[in-house]
Every structure is written in C-alpha cells, then in structure tokens.
Nanobody, 122 residues
Framework: QLVESGGGLVQPGGSLRLSCAAS????????IGWFRQAPGKEREGVSY????????WYRRSVRGRFTISRDNAKGTVNLQMNSLEPEDTAVYYC?????????????????WGQGIQVTVSS
C-alpha cells in the first residue's frame, strides 16, 4: 500500500531524494514517517511530517541535512537527503499514521512500505 522509490548508491557528501507514494488511499489524511534500519541494528525513526500544518520532526543526527516535505500535486511525501554519510546506509521505510503522539514510535503507524536500500560508500 506504500511504495518507496529513489534509493541507491551514492558517495559520501552526495544527495538522494526518497519518495513515498500510496496505493488505494491518499497520504493527505495521514502523518508520514521515515524510518531506517541498518544491518545489525534496530529500526529507528528518521523524520516525520504531520497531516495538518505540515509540522515536522527529525532525529538529531539528520537535522540540517534531511528535509521532509509533501508534494501535493503528486500525492507523495519526499525525504531529501543531503551531505550523506556512510552512517546513513540503511534500508529506509515510509509509514503512515492516522493518529500519532510520538513520531519515532513505530507502533503508532498503520501502514508500512517494503523499504528501499540507501548505500553511502566511496
């Protein structure tokens, strides 16, 4: 029901833009979070955008480098990732929540994408 796109291999310092699209429903009615899971680590919240007023949240390690936004014309939520570091290497997931109080608590999300690989390496 959620599909991520835009992942791939990039050199340190490079940029990628991930997109999250929905099938069968509109993202307009959901808060959208981006999570990631690196090999051998737990999944962690990366960023979040609310369904109203576009309030945003970022984990500390990506603030100033990542930007989350809605593309209302395309019905997608994007994660622009700049100044990528090897530590950003992970499978990235988008998730949708109808009601949320803690953006980085994955238990609050109703729908998940299958994930997309982002690899930052020289």
């Amino acid at each position: 029901q959620l599909v991520e796109s835009g992942g791939g291999l990039v050199q340190p310092g490079g940029s990628l833009r991930l997109s999250c699209a929905a099938s069968g429903f509109s993202l307009d009615y959901y808060g959208i979070g981006w999570f990631r899971q690196a090999p051998g680590k737990e999944r962690e919240g990366v960023s979040y955008i609310s369904k109203t007023y576009d309030n945003t949240w970022y984990r500390r390690s990506v603030r100033g480098r990542f930007t989350i936004s809605r593309d209302n014309a395309k019905g997608t939520v994007n994660l622009q990732m700049n100044s990528l570091e090897p530590e950003d290497t992970a499978v990235y997931y988008c998730a949708a929540a109808s009601l949320i109080s803690t953006p980085d608590d994955e238990r609050e999300y109703d729908f998940w994408g299958q994930g997309i690989q982002v690899t930052v390496s020289s």
